[in-house]
């Protein structure tokens, strides 16, 4: 059981670059979210998927795009990276988006923006 | 806007004493509350999730929440310095995800 697991651990692009990053969870969980990491600023949501078939906005989703491929897995896609995007980015799962909700944190992807 | 006010620290505290950890929230509509515990370069892991107004005790760690004042706080009880680390407060409104603190960072020096 590895929880939820993200791909790359940590990637350098160039401005103007795209990349997918890349989210699993074996938990068998229907709602999974992205979130941005930046020091000062705390976790910042940049999209959630209630449940699969459904994908909704955060507190920071405008660069940014993605995909709810199955109950399994949930990708982030930046179509063209800026240096502004240069942060930890850290993918969740939880059973269901609510009130009693636990989310269960990826270990996170490392993005450098030059 | 909803928001989550914590102190940025970091917290010093000696080696077994009481570390106390604070956190406000601006919405009187949250429901529930979280405390993330984040060692550096490491992923979130949750600690303790509390729903109701008292105490809720976890092994060294107590929880306690006051809607009226709008304050919820995170107790560690004999502090190891194991327990370095930044403490994220949480809470959830039951209308969207949940809202983070940019959390607290507690050293514990032995």
């Known amino acids: 059981n590895a929880g939820v697991t993200q791909t790359p651990k940590f990637q350098v692009l160039k401005t103007g670059q795209s990349m997918t990053l890349q989210c699993a969870q074996d938990?068998?969980?229907?709602?999974m979210y992205w979130y941005r990491q930046d020091p000062g600023m705390g976790l910042r949501l940049i999209y959630y998927?209630?449940?699969?078939?459904?994908?909704d906005k955060g507190e920071v989703p405008n660069g940014y795009n993605v995909s709810r491929l199955n109950k399994r897995e949930f990708s982030l896609r930046l179509e063209s990276a800026a240096p502004s995007q240069t942060s930890v980015y850290f993918c969740?799962?939880?059973?269901?988006?609510?009130?009693?909700?636990?989310?269960?944190f990826g270990p996170g992807t490392r993005l450098l923006v030059l | 806007q909803k928001e989550v006010e914590q102190n940025s620290g970091p917290l010093s505290v000696p080696e077994g004493a009481i570390a106390s950890l604070n956190c406000t929230y601006s919405d009187r509509g949250s429901q529930s509350f979280f405390w993330y515990r984040q060692y550096s370069g490491k992923s979130p892991e949750l600690i303790m999730s509390?729903?109701?107004?008292g105490d809720k005790e976890d092994g060294r760690f107590t929880a306690q929440l006051n809607k009226a004042s709008q304050y919820v706080s995170l107790l560690i009880r004999d502090s190891q310095p194991s327990d370095s680390a930044t403490y994220l407060c949480?809470?959830?409104?039951?209308?969207?995800?949940?809202?983070f603190g940019k959390g607290t960072m507690l050293l514990v020096s032995p």
């Open positions: 509390i729903y109701s107004n």
């Open positions: 998927s209630a449940s699969e078939g459904t994908t």
């Open positions: 969740a799962s939880s059973e269901m988006a609510g009130v009693l909700e636990t989310q269960y």
């Open positions: 938990m068998n969980h229907n709602s």
């Open positions: 949480a809470f959830h409104s039951g209308y969207s995800t949940l809202t």
